[in-house]
């Protein structure tokens, strides 16, 4: 689940007063890729997407997300990563594998784990301020139950919801690029 904040400082004092401990904020760069760019809708209707993520300037982690259902607000994927130890060799097996670049998402990330959730706050190039909140859950679990239960834990701890946003960093990107 995401939401767009006002305030970075402010969720990060709130979760900072639950607990939560939070190490050094991250650098990310993340590329996507995807076979089908042409329009928003065709791009959208793919269903796998290819990111490279580059955190620190140094560490490179490759993820594949299987969603055929990208559209829907729940953001349930399969998802698996690898580290990788080069980046340009990676996006040349994508270019053979007949995958396309997309786009590229800048952010700087403070990370933390509260219960069993893991909680993001994000200040995205670009876009603005985010929290995320995830839940790692095995197939066959009720998502419509997890966004309820990750719904509570906010609630809980006095996250505003009113900013809830149900696309990816990648989407909203696309959509302030004017991509349609």
Same mark, same amino acid.
Do not use: H, R, W
């Given at each position: 689940m995401k939401l767009r904040i006002k305030d970075i400082e402010q969720a990060l004092s709130i979760l900072r007063t639950a607990g939560c401990v939070f190490g050094d904020p991250l650098s990310q760069v993340d590329v996507v890729y995807a076979k089908d760019k042409s329009s928003m809708k065709s791009f959208l209707a793919n269903d796998l997407f290819l990111r490279i993520r580059v955190n620190n300037g140094n560490e490179i982690i490759f993820t594949l997300k299987y969603d055929n259902n990208r559209h829907n607000v729940d953001f349930t994927k399969i998802e698996h990563e690898v580290t990788v130890s080069s980046q340009d060799e990676m996006e040349a097996m994508l270019a053979l594998l007949g995958f396309e670049r997309i786009v590229e998402v800048r952010k700087t990330r403070w990370k933390t784990?509260?219960?069993?959730?893991?909680?993001?706050?994000?200040?995205?190039?670009?876009?603005?301020?985010?929290?995320?909140? +995830?839940? @790692? /859950? !095995?197939?066959?679990?009720?998502?419509?139950?997890?966004? +309820?239960? @990750? /719904? !509570?834990?906010?609630?809980?701890l006095g996250i505003d919801l009113s900013g809830r946003v149900n696309r990816g960093y990648d989407i909203l990107k696309l959509e302030h690029e004017g991509f349609a």
């Open positions: 784990m509260y219960n069993d959730y893991e909680i993001c706050v994000d200040e995205v190039e670009e876009l603005g301020s985010f929290l995320e909140i +995830e839940k @790692l /859950v !095995a197939p066959g679990v009720d998502a419509a139950e997890v966004q +309820e239960e @990750l /719904v !509570a834990v906010l609630t809980s």
